[in-house]
């Protein structure tokens, strides 16, 4: 079992669509991503542990919010909770050398860990912040996508003032713990446009405007 093995399985069910997001998956090793001591599971679509209680996503959810976040190449893209670095890498191989991701990561112990793991992976187009991303962040503002991996209770007006005109954010809104749903917000004509597109279980958000 090895990564394309992994790429295979999300391409026959019908997850990965895009030519962009099998490239993506295809390039980059999820085993970078993974501690030690999970290496055998590396290749497995199911969410994985990392350090401080917080977890991997899983690539289905990866490669859903791959798909439905429409990134393009060139695009600057905010991502709040880094975590191992593996979804970030995932995006950054969509925008290309040209575009780039900005990662805001609350915990030190895992920033240190994701830039690692995304240095190994040979990424150089991740630039991973330390702080609470609960409010976006603005020093680099504005972008052209933004999406959360951790669940808060709902997407506030501070990271929306972030983004593009025409630009997506996919939220997961709902309770620290239990389903939460996975919500693609699109500004339009200065008008905002929200859909639910699945439900999802992903760790709280936690911060000033977080739990
Ligand atoms: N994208 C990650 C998934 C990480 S899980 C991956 O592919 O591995 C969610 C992450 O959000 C955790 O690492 C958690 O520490 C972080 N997090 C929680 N609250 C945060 C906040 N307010 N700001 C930034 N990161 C936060």
Redesign the pocket.
């Known amino acids: 079992m090895g990564n394309d093995d992994l790429v295979k399985g999300l391409i026959r069910s019908g997850l990965i669509r895009s030519d962009a997001v099998k490239m993506a998956f295809s390039s980059v090793d999820r085993r970078y991503?993974v501690p030690p001591e999970q290496k055998k599971d590396a290749y497995l679509d199911t969410p994985l542990p990392?350090m401080?209680g917080?977890?991997?996503?899983a690539p289905h959810m990866?490669a859903i919010m791959a798909e439905e976040l429409r990134v393009e190449s060139g695009m600057k893209v905010l991502?709040?909770?880094?975590?191992?670095?593996?979804?970030?890498a995932i995006v950054s191989r969509i925008v290309g050398p040209e575009g780039r991701v900005v990662s805001?990561?609350?915990?030190p112990s895992?920033v240190e860990w994701g830039r690692a793991n995304l240095r190994r992976a040979g990424i150089e187009n991740v630039m991973v912040i330390k702080?609470?991303?609960?409010k976006g962040y603005h020093l680099e503002a504005p972008y052209d996508r933004i999406y959360y991996?951790?669940g808060s209770p709902d997407v506030p007006e501070t990271v929306r003032g972030q983004l593009n005109e025409d630009g997506i954010i996919l939220g997961v809104v709902g309770p620290a713990r239990g389903t939460q749903r996975l919500v693609r917000y699109t500004k339009k004509g200065g008008r905002w446009e929200e859909r639910t597109l699945t439900y999802c279980v992903?760790?709280?958000?936690?911060?000033e405007l977080?739990y």
């Open positions: 991503f990392t401080d917080q977890t991997i996503s990866v991502e709040i909770g880094t975590g191992s670095g593996y979804h970030a805001v990561e609350r915990v895992l702080g609470d991303g609960s991996t951790a992903f760790v709280p958000l936690i911060g977080g």
